[in-house]
């Protein structure tokens, strides 16, 4: 190639026509991870690396999306990650990509400081969060996940065994879609408030003690949790649909006991 083809036109391959008429749901990258700020209660900000699903609708007429769009848009992006900026990522995404509708996903380790229930020892607890956002034909919403751990206790053991009842580090799931923010660590109180004991970090003796004693008086099944979350979130004026699942890692068999209740309120 001599010096004057170099400053020929690069042909935009994917911007071309496409005649199979087929239109595409969802085309864009898979597990970007990228380190981002997070926006806490309070005001306060967290930096933690997040894993991106980031994808658009295709019109049936264009042959492909511009894939290095996607990651040129978090590069540019200065503001903390919250519920409400991920709105704004997700129009200026569609705006960038000219395109009507778009999906992000966005999964990340949130950590929050505890203070033991008896000595009062603090220390970081870490939550599994994504926010999911999508946009179609202008209108958006954005749904707050959260994985949070906590401790039950079988009734059943409790009543028939002469001392002791087995219990479990359980997990209970809880996905939320709001019509304005909701600060994840309110999601994560009404799960803990729910569970047999909250977890914590680090615990002194005293600690531990008040931590298996209030297990073993506030006994779960894993119908229990779920339904007692699901009944917090009925309550709560703020959440518009949601879908909750209380996941109990057993100790005593070789299998998790799981249960779900999903409720959209705007439907009666």
Partial sequence: MNQRDTHLPIPDVQGLADTRQLAIDRVGIKSLRHPIRVKAEGGAISHTV???????????????????????????????????????????????????????????????????????VKSLLDYQVTLSGEIRNGKSRVTTKVVVPVTSLCPCSKEISAYGAHNQRSHISISVRTPDPIAIEDVVRIAERQASAELYGVLKRPDEKFVTERAYENPKFVEDLVRDVAAALNDDARIEAYSVESENFESIHNHSAFAVISRDKTEG
């Fill in 50 to 120: 997040a894993t991106f699903n980031m994808s658009v609708g295709l019109p049936h007429h264009t042959k492909g999306t511009h894939m290095s769009r996607f990651v040129e848009l978090l590069a540019a992006n200065n503001e903390p990650f919250c519920w409400r900026s991920l709105g704004t990522l997700l129009e200026l995404m569609v705006d960038r990509l000219q395109v009507r509708n778009g999906n992000i996903d966005v999964e990340f380790p949130f950590f929050i400081e505890k203070a033991a229930p008896i000595s009062g």
